[in-house]
């Protein structure tokens, strides 16, 4: 698995461009086919205040000790599904109603503290017209804390997720638990030199028995050079162990090369590239060697327009398929463009899952092929407090099943 490179906060950061990508993420995996993939790769990084190596000083200023304040809202969004459970021949519609109360708390809304802790909680209440046997809710909390020196930066997080949905490489409607949970630290020990290290566990499960989940640790060590004030580069090595029912103990020790780069508040790009070797408790004989990498950018083409994109390859235990693991390649990009009233984004997004067999599988699994693509209108209200947001998204898959998939959702969203 790979380890995906994020980027430091800095405060001259554009902040409607973070804003919007951040809104974008959050209002389009909802309503997109889920995958447990890719909720496996956002938790080994999500946290409120997730840490990234870097290749500079650190800023010296502090702010004041523990302030901040408690913020709730509440959402509702009726959204269109013409192929609820993914089905390639005769696909069911659906038309379901969300409510979507959220409580944020924060000790450091401002910046500069020297500790700040933040902390989640959204629940989500489906409910749908045809399938009614799938009303229930879904819930995630988060609770993050983050300590700043003058030359040392550790966080931590704890995750704990339940979600529901039609998932497009299961290929059923799946009930599902993810825990997730790591600690990260920076230290500069020298102008141009800085080191990092991580730990990161995340666990699932799901409601059928039939279907099971995984284990998976990872554990991170790497530095950076600045070769300029712009320009980062280093090694860095990581493990990762994932155990499952289905697959086995899979061991996998990876070798990068990472690098940073950053324009201001332009351009900021952080890819690292390299290779692992991995083992399986079911393979007989020698493991495999192979590449891995990742790569994360966001581009600010001007005051209005942005440009974000990703690529990220993992590999993981199969839940519903016994003696196979799964190579995943996901690759995103979105194009943001502010308005003198609110905001319009497109965007594409592809995923490529390779079936790999290990033990004693008898079958050959074909493997499955998605891209999908979205647009999206968001605009606020009622001094920026009322929120509106409307989104078209359509997703085709080619593979152990072919099917596609509409969906069409409206939004409004009020904190208070």
Known sequence: MSNPLRFDDNKTASTWVIATLIA????????????????????????INALSPVGQVFETTTGPGFKGGVYYGLGMDAIYDSNFFLEEDDPDSELGINFLPWISYGTDPEGGAEVSITANYRPVFKTYMENTDYNGVDQSG?????????????SAHLNYAQNSGADRIIGEFVNESLFSAGIEGSYQIAPRTSLSASLTAAMSDYDDDSIEGSEIYTGYVGGYWSATERFSLGPAIRYATAKSDNTGTREAWELLMQTQYKLREKIQFAASLGVEYATNSRDEGDGSVGLTGSLAATYAISEKLAWSGSIRYITLPSPADVDYVINNLMISTALSRKLLQGSVGLGLDFNFANYEQVGTAS??????????????YNRKFLLDRLDFQSKISYLVNDGQEDWSQVQVSIGLGIQF
Not at 34 to 43: E, K, M, V
């Open 24 to 47: 974008w993420s959050l209002a389009w995996c909802p309503a997109q086919a889920a995958s447990f993939a890719s909720r496996i790769a956002d938790s080994e990084t999500v946290g």
């Open 363 to 376: 079958t050959v699994l074909e493997d499955d092929n998605s891209m999908g693509a979205f647009i999206l």
């Open 142 to 154: 988060d609770v993050s804390i983050k300590i700043q020196g003058a030359k040392s930066l550790i």
